[in-house]
């Protein structure tokens, strides 16, 4: 590839992780180098333990998990700030001898003001020429939706959590 891309997957329906997972396998199974981030979710879904076992997969996830940000405390979002941020300059630094990256709920993160949108942006705009990369998450900004090459919207039609299901390991997480 000569011209990396960039893919917006975005919405509230489900999918989008599971699009970003999907990609991310299809470029490994390709050869290609990918960087596999996920922000509010601490690595435990039957994903991330796949995506794990590919040599050509790094995976970056936060262990600690600080909850809903709705629910946080001005301390436990700064912290969760500071863990985030590190996340995603690392990922960044990983991200220039790969081909692809994957920024999962980078959207919200940066929405919540968890992870400052301007430095991603920033990366946005410097990032290697080849390197593809993939965010998701809701209501992204026009400053992040107008650097997306793809945008892929997931709409909620029907979900079984609005009749009482909750996330069934293996198929939601």
């Known amino acids: 590839m000569k011209t990396g891309l960039v893919h917006l997957y975005c919405g509230d329906g489900k ?3 599971t699009a970003s997972v999907g990609l991310a396998v299809r470029a490994a199974g390709s050869g290609m180098r990918v960087v ?3 922000f509010f979710k ?9 995506l794990r076992t ?11 998990y600080f909850g809903r940000v709705s629910n946080m405390t001005e301390t436990e979002k700064k912290e969760s700030s500071l863990a985030y941020t590190s996340l995603f300059r690392r990922a960044a630094e990983l991200a220039q001898k790969a081909d692809l990256l994957v ?4 959207v919200s993160a940066c929405n919540h003001g968890i992870v400052n949108e301007d430095e991603l942006v920033r990366f946005l705009d410097t990032r290697p020429a080849a390197l593809e990369v993939v965010l998701t998450g809701r209501d992204p900004s026009r400053e992040i939706a107008g650097r997306a090459d793809y ?3 997931m709409c909620k039609r029907k979900h079984p959590f609005d009749e009482g299901i909750i996330a069934r390991r293996g198929i939601e997480y």
Do not use: A, M, P
């Open 103 to 106: 920024l999962d709920e980078i």
């Open 151 to 153: 945008i892929t919207e």
């Open 36 to 38: 596999f981030v996920q």
């Open 42 to 50: 601490n690595g435990v879904s039957g994903e991330i333990s796949v």
């Open 54 to 64: 590919l040599s050509c997969v790094d995976v970056l996830c936060e262990e600690r």
């Open 15 to 17: 999918g989008k992780t």
